[in-house]
C-alpha cells in the first residue's frame, strides 16, 4: 500500500515564526509532489508542485523535496493567522492516482 | 481560473436512496476524479476517468458507481445509500496525469 505520511498536528506557531510541515512517502518511483492548503469546510487549493530535488520558493512559502530521503516539506516564512488551516501532501507515482496525506493542522497565534 | 462545480452543497437523504452527485468543470480538463473526505482519514479515491466513458476505481469503490457521458461533467451514484456513506464527496479534475488537482466546493451527504 503506497502511503504518505504527515503528522496531523496541530501545529501551533506564533505570529511572524516560521511554519514547518513534513511529509514522508514510500513509494520510490513517486515524481509529483504537492502541497494543497484546506480552510475547515472548504475544499483544497493548490500551494505548491515540486518535481526535482531542492527548494522551491513562491513568495513565503517554500517547498522542499529529497528524493533520497522519501521526504518533502514546506516551510512558511512570516506566518499569519490567515495561514491557519490543514495543510495536505500529496504524491504522485506517474500515473493517474495521486495519494494524499491525512493533513498536518497549523494554527498561527496573533 | 479554472473552475469546478458540485451540483449541491448539502445534502440529506434517507437510507436506500439512490444519491446522484455531479461535477462540472470548464477547462478542457481530461482526467476527473470523486473523492470522499472523513476526519483522521483524508483523500480517500473512490472512482477517477480519464477520458469519456472510462472509469477506473479508486481505494473504495463499494457501494459506488460513476458516469461520464460528456468530458466536462463526472457524475458520483450511490445505488443504495447506508449512513456509512456519510461523508463531504469533492470531486476534482486535472490536465493529465501527475499533474495538479483543482477541487470541487465539496459536498456534504447526510444519510439518515
Known amino acids: 500500500q503506497k502511503e504518505v505520511e504527515q503528522n496531523s498536528g496541530p501545529l501551533s506557531v506564533p505570529e511572524g515564526a516560521i511554519a514547518s510541515l513534513n511529509c514522508t512517502y514510500s513509494?520510490?518511483?513517486?515524481?509529483?509532489f504537492f502541497w494543497y492548503r484546506q480552510y475547515s469546510g472548504k475544499s483544497p487549493e493548490l500551494i505548491m508542485s515540486?518535481?526535482?530535488?531542492g527548494d522551491k520558493e513562491d513568495g513565503r512559502f517554500t517547498a522542499q523535496l529529497n528524493k533520497a530521503s522519501q521526504y518533502v516539506s514546506l516551510l512558511i516564512r512570516d506566518s499569519q493567522p490567515s495561514d491557519s488551516a490543514t495543510y495536505l501532501c500529496a504524491v504522485n507515482t506517474g500515473g493517474f492516482k495521486t495519494i494524499f496525506g491525512a493533513g498536518t493542522r497549523l494554527f498561527v497565534k496573533a | 481560473d479554472v473552475k469546478v462545480t458540485q451540483s449541491s452543497r448539502y445534502l440529506v437523504k434517507r437510507t436506500g436512496e439512490k444519491v446522484f452527485l455531479e461535477c462540472v468543470q470548464d477547462?478542457?480538463?481530461?482526467?476527473m476524479f470523486w473523492y470522499r473526505q472523513d476526519p483522521g482519514l483524508g483523500l480517500r479515491l473512490i472512482y477517477f476517468s480519464y477520458d469519456v466513458k472510462m472509469k477506473e476505481k479508486g481505494d473504495i469503490p463499494e457501494g459506488y458507481s460513476v458516469s461520464r457521458e460528456k468530458k466536462e461533467r463526472f457524475s458520483l451514484i450511490l445505488e443504495s445509500a447506508s449512513t456509512n456513506q456519510t461523508s463531504m464527496y469533492l470531486c476534482?479534475?486535472?490536465?493529465?496525469?501527475?499533474?495538479?488537482?483543482?477541487f470541487g466546493p465539496g459536498t456534504r451527504l447526510l444519510v439518515l
Open positions: 477547462m478542457d480538463h481530461e482526467n
Open positions: 515540486i518535481y526535482s530535488n
Open positions: 476534482a479534475s486535472s490536465p493529465g496525469g501527475g499533474e495538479t488537482q483543482y
Open positions: 513509494d520510490r518511483v513517486s515524481q509529483s
